[in-house]
């Protein structure tokens, strides 16, 4: 019999996530740089793969929200003060991928780079700490504004956000130039494209779709050529197996249009309608009045019980820019902001749009977030896991 690993790790909420955050000098030696023995440790301590779906003999809940690990060092960029990596560790197949960020726990990095010692302490004694995070996966920055008191984070507050069941002190996060400079906002040139697909996918075998480069790459199309009215929650969508099949053979189709490879999580694929009166999964009513549109998300193959980070910034940016489904099913016209309904809630994010030479940029996108510590110590992995 061997003994288990003891890795020192924190337990941490950010967003409408969990994962498990890691300093890279804490991990072991094989784990600090890419490759397998860092997959193979993230997929013991999360407990993936799982042929019973539960992650019952690991950290991870069960769901895309929950399956996530994180690495935070110190920053290799100048101007930054951390680099954060982020993996989402498939519940099945036990696949890590690496080729995104997580926007929600993106909440939470500030936070664990300032108690894990990374930032000047004295710039965190009272009101906003900035700090300016690196995000290694996809190679942009983030700026988060982490509330401090007397060199600590503060974690408590009245800040609510839908899809968490308790308040918190709140996060604002700026995520600079989302689109991947390699690309255009709009990798086809056009706010709308027509994916054409099989028959049994969408009758008459065509559907309207704004493919968009922000946050995560993501395809939109309208709830209505589906026969939604934006405001499905899960049951209605996870528990429909030929539905999760349209949506991955759109989100294919998406991906062959925008030139880029599929992952788990890229692209993702979100429906949007105009605004209806509706219930959300806690069954509290939102009027059509409150919000500006209805969006709807699949993460790793299933509907996203709120919304991802990633996504959001995808949204924003695209309800900004006139023309595209996002912003049509909000009403169109300029905006800078937009309110949207998911399936726990609403959310406000914003995005500034500019457009130079008939080419959209959008220099960032803000949104509002909170974190906390959940639990801090150490996971325990079988050695022959590392």
Known sequence: ????????????????????????????????????????????????????????????????????????????????????????????????????????????????????????????????????????????TIVAHVPVADGKL????????????????????????????????????????MLT????VVAGGTIRATLINAGVPTVFVDAEDLGYTGAELRDAINGDAPALARFEALRAAGAD??????????PAIAFVAPPIDHRTASGREVL????????????MGKLHHAMMGTASVAIAAAAVVPGTLVNRAAGGGERATIRFGHPSGTLRVGAEARRTDGRWTIASAIMSRSARVLMDGHVHVPRDNC
Not at 25 to 38: F, M, S, T, V
Not at 197 to 200: G, I, K, S, Y
Not at 257 to 266: C, K, L, Q, V
Request: glycine share 12%.
């Open 257 to 266: 249009a925008m030139g880029i490879a599929r992952t788990a999580r890229a």
């Open 1 to 140: 019999m061997t003994s288990q690993l003891r890795i020192p790790a924190t337990y941490m909420r950010g967003g409408t996530s969990k994962g498990v955050f890691f300093r890279l000098e804490d991990l072991p030696e094989p784990a600090r740089e890419p490759g397998d023995a860092r997959d193979r440790l993230f997929r013991r301590v999360i407990g993936s793969p799982d042929p019973y779906g539960a992650q019952i003999d690991g950290m991870g809940g069960a769901t895309s929200s929950t399956s996530k690990c994180v690495i935070v060092s110190p920053a290799t960029r100048v101007g930054h003060d951390v680099d954060y990596l982020y993996g989402q560790v498939a519940i099945d197949s036990g696949a890590v991928d690496w080729s995104s960020n997580c926007g929600n726990l993106s909440a939470a990095v500030g936070g664990f780079a300032i108690q894990a010692g990374y930032v000047d302490a004295a710039r965190a004694i009272d009101g906003l700490c900035t700090v300016r995070i690196w995000q290694a996966n996809i190679g942009k």
């Open 197 to 200: 697909v099989a028959e049994d």
């Open 288 to 299: 059509a009045s409150e919000i500006d549109l209805l969006v709807r998300a699949l993460s």
């Open 154 to 193: 503060v974690e408590t507050g009245d800040f609510e956000l839908d899809g968490v069941a308790f308040p918190a002190a709140e996060i604002v996060l700026e995520f600079i130039d989302p689109a991947d400079g390699s690309d255009a906002l709009f990798p086809t040139g056009h706010p709308v494209d």
